[in-house]
């Protein structure tokens, strides 16, 4: 279990003043949460910006919990030495017998992983990065349990609040951090009313962020119901929004011979899903679906594009809209895109083609030299 140690940082305290103003602030955001509709480049933005430093990353699920996030004990092998009744290791000569046998052992997940990296390199500057893709997707308060306290940060990127490692993480962070120094200790100090906190992480006896650690996090508005983020928690993250843009990749959509443009399709289907959801959550983001040399195939598009649509945003209003009519007059549904053959079933293009000419998106002109337009 861990508990609160209740030393938080004191704006009014003037002992080791000169010291704190000394100490460089972060700066970039320490905790913050990209989001937006699927295909808004959330993760590429960040490992854009991360591609300098060390990055660990995890993604949550539903099965996610504090243990697969910070650490736990887990069975492992290990070869130790063969004994007998006496306790004592057997030998052949001078070779002691061996065997693989069943252990428990700590294993450090990724929290407690970018946790020690980050106060290991803390005197060479050096940024350490945890990110976290599809936060929204776990059960953040059971995930972070009383890690949440560590997400209050001072105004020089450090924990306000330390809290306590029970027996085993103590363990597990003294062997982790044996032989470290942190040169730069008495300017960490007096921000804790000159306690020796540095000398209580390195002992593994508290926690505490330091501000090296960065944990970033990506969250796709359209999965937002799956376990809702309370307000506490938000507050304590920086939120960037990835709006929907055109990337500028001049990418296509080959169907039935014929090249459609990608950007102007989605700028088309999302003004729809905004008139009939009256929600941004559902919208397609430039790189939801991704294309080869350029070119974004009908079977690529149907399968992403067609079944996410037809399946995830319109499938609860009954396909109500003009977009939906097949040539008959009946609905095109969705299994309607493919032959009728079983595992060998094909993509039906020129129903992928009706379903563009009913959203409005014209053919690309593609303009063929003539011999006469050769150049004198």
Known sequence: ????????????????LEEKEVMAKPSLSLQQIFYGAPGTGKSHTIK????????IRTTFHPDT?????????????????????LGQPMKIGATTLHKEQIVYEFVAQSFLQAYVNAWKKFDKDDKQYLVIEEINRGNCAQIFGDL???LDRNDYG???????????????????????VIAQKDKINAMYEGKDIVSQVLNGDILLLPNNLYIWATMNTSDQSLFPIDSAFKRRWDWTYMPISDAEKNWIIEVDGNNYDWWLFLEKINEKIGSTTNSEDKKLGYFFCKAQDGVISAKTFVGKVIFYL???VFKDYEFGDAIFNDED???????????????????????????????????IATEIMSTDDTIN
């Not at 861990?2 to 938080?8: A, F, G, M, R, S």
């Not at 243990?67 to 007998?84: N, Q, R």
Request: with cysteine; hydrophobic share 35%; charged share 30%.
């Open 1 to 16: 279990e861990i508990t609160n140690v209740n030393t938080p940082y004191d704006d009014g305290k003037e002992d080791g």
């Open 329 to 363: 007059g009946s609905k095109l549904s969705f299994d309607k895109f493919y032959t009728s053959e079983g595992k060998n079933s094909k993509v039906v293009e020129k129903k992928v083609a009706l379903f563009l000419k009913n959203l409005g998106i014209e053919i």
């Open 158 to 180: 450090f924990s306000d609040y330390p809290i306590k490692a029970d027996a085993d993480m103590k363990r597990q962070l003294q062997k982790a951090f044996a032989g470290l």
């Open 148 to 150: 949440f306290q560590l």
């Open 65 to 85: 919990d504090y243990s697969t996030f910070v650490g736990a004990y887990k069975p492992t092998t290990a070869l130790l030495p063969i004994c007998d009744e």
């Open 48 to 55: 854009e910006e991360t591609k300098e430093s060390d990055v």
């Open 310 to 312: 037809w399946n995830d």
